[in-house]
């Protein structure tokens, strides 16, 4: 276990609580960096010893210290989420690339979060994937770099074709252009060569729920909206860490 392993392990709870404040507050445009957070059941101002993560929720036993109101049990998840991100990125890398690996797990995190609940992937968090995963290429290997930004431009490219092709066809928005931008981000990131392993998992992933959500009694119907960024996301982090799909 490495030093890096371990800050990363040590850090991740309190990201994940900041994480959580961008999922609540971004879809409403509300100020993610400032305001102080407040009890949901009183509005009471939350002190220190409210906000530490996980341990605060459990101390409490789930309930607001200033007025015993149910805690909604999103925050210690998110907090949770983004130890297990880190965790299992320390397992596959290490060193600076560590770093870089956690702060795309746990962008990818927030975008699979706000989806689920708003259908909705913000251009402020799918947008800089993009560059970002550029800039990181070019520090592994310039000779990969043109390839990656052709990655990117049919990453976009082929969802933004499918989603204009299903719109024009049924006469409504079956897939967003969220998901042709993120998927622009998982070709910086990839490569050419692993972005039909991301579409192919990402596919299969939501199917699976798709279908979990059948098995729980939910009624799926051809225009019943189901998010398509969650699973893309998943895929994205599985190739970026263990590498594409390989059959034979």
Same mark, same amino acid.
Not at 24 to 51: A, E, F, I, M, N
């Given at each position: 276990? /490495?030093?890096?392993?371990?800050?990363?392990?040590?850090?991740?709870?309190?990201? *994940?609580?900041?994480?959580?404040?961008?999922? !609540?507050?971004?879809?409403?445009?509300?100020?993610?960096?400032?305001? =102080?957070?407040?009890? !949901?059941?009183?509005?009471?101002?939350? *002190?220190?010893?409210?906000?530490?993560?996980?341990?605060?929720?459990?101390?409490?036993?789930?309930?607001?210290?200033? $007025?015993?109101?149910?805690?909604?049990?999103?925050?210690?998840?998110?907090?949770?989420?983004?130890?297990?991100?880190?965790?299992?990125?320390?397992?596959?890398?290490?060193?600076?690339?560590?770093?870089?690996? $956690? @702060?795309?797990?746990? /962008?990818?995190?927030?975008?699979?979060?706000?989806?689920? &609940? %708003?259908?909705?992937?913000? !251009?402020?968090? /799918?947008?800089?994937?993009?560059?970002?995963?550029? +800039?990181?290429?070019?520090?592994?290997?310039? !000779?990969?770099?043109?390839?990656?930004?052709?990655?990117?431009?049919? @990453?976009?490219?082929?969802?933004?074709?499918?989603?204009?092709?299903?719109? %024009?066809?049924?006469? &409504?928005?079956?897939?967003?252009?969220?998901?042709?931008?993120?998927?622009?981000?998982?070709?910086?990131?990839? @490569?050419?060569?692993?972005?039909?392993?991301?579409?192919?998992? *990402?596919?299969?992933?939501?199917?699976?729920?798709?279908?979990?959500?059948?098995? =729980?009694?939910?009624?799926? =119907?051809?225009?019943?909206?189901?998010?398509?960024?969650?699973?893309?996301?998943? +895929?994205?982090?599985?190739?970026?860490? %263990?590498?594409?799909?390989?059959?034979?």
């Amino acid at each position: 276990m /490495t030093v890096d392993a371990v800050f990363a392990w040590l850090i991740a709870p309190f990201v *994940g609580s900041f994480l959580g404040l961008v999922v !609540d507050r971004l879809p409403v445009g509300q100020p993610v960096l400032l305001g =102080r957070s407040v009890c !949901d059941g009183c509005g009471r101002p939350l *002190g220190v010893r409210d906000l530490v993560p996980i341990v605060s929720f459990l101390v409490q036993r789930g309930r607001a210290r200033c $007025c015993g109101a149910r805690l909604p049990p999103f925050y210690p998840m998110i907090e949770i989420a983004a130890l297990v991100v880190a965790v299992w990125a320390s397992l596959v890398v290490d060193g600076w690339l560590l770093w870089v690996t $956690c @702060g795309l797990g746990w /962008t990818l995190l927030v975008l699979a979060w706000i989806d689920l &609940r %708003h259908f909705w992937l913000p !251009d402020v968090l /799918t947008l800089p994937l993009i560059p970002a995963g550029l +800039a990181i290429t070019y520090a592994i290997g310039l !000779d990969r770099l043109v390839g990656h930004a052709i990655a990117a431009a049919l @990453g976009f490219g082929a969802l933004a074709l499918i989603a204009w092709g299903y719109q %024009h066809v049924r006469g &409504r928005e079956g897939l967003g252009l969220g998901d042709a931008k993120l998927l622009a981000g998982a070709g910086a990131w990839l @490569g050419p060569a692993a972005l039909p392993s991301v579409v192919l998992l *990402g596919a299969v992933a939501g199917l699976a729920a798709a279908l979990a959500m059948g098995r =729980r009694g939910a009624k799926l =119907r051809p225009e019943t909206a189901i998010a398509f960024g969650p699973w893309l996301a998943l +895929a994205f982090w599985v190739v970026w860490l %263990h590498g594409p799909v390989v059959i034979g």
